[in-house]
């Protein structure tokens, strides 16, 4: 199945800025589309962006429209997220995921549509 290893979270204040960073070991990502999703304590998981196989299409929750970036390098076997202008509400862990069964431009919010998750990088952001 492969592993998806999640790192770049950690604390940053109000304003700031970081870069995740999903790499895949033992499967190449070039046939999944790729997403993050993040979870707070006590709520649900939540999903935050998604690219697809062929880095054509991406698609953002409204919370992070405008301010996260994601975007994916296929020779490295990576998945970046690019955050911005952070807030404390975007404090959670943050998974990658990844669907390979999605067309070639096509993406999916829903968790359920992906197979393959990481353990999650924290980011906290103090205000």
């Known amino acids: 199945q492969g592993e998806l290893v999640e790192s770049g979270g950690g604390l940053v204040q109000a304003g700031g800025s970081l870069r995740l960073s999903c790499t895949a070991f033992?499967?190449?990502?070039?046939?999944?589309?790729m997403g993050w999703f993040r979870q707070a304590p006590g709520k649900e998981r939540e999903f935050v962006a998604a690219i697809s196989r062929s880095g054509s299409v991406t698609n953002y929750a409204d919370s992070v429209k405008g301010r996260f970036t994601i975007s994916r390098d296929n020779a490295k076997n990576t998945v970046y997220l690019e955050m911005n202008s952070l807030e404390p509400e975007d404090t959670a862990v943050y998974y990658c995921?990844?669907?390979?069964?999605?067309?070639?431009?096509?993406?999916?919010?829903?968790?359920?549509?992906?197979?393959?998750w990481g353990h999650g990088t924290q980011v906290t952001v103090a205000s």
């Open positions: 033992g499967r190449t990502i070039s046939s999944a589309a």
């Open positions: 995921a990844a669907d390979s069964t999605s067309w070639l431009s096509t993406i999916n919010r829903r968790a359920s549509a992906y197979e393959r």
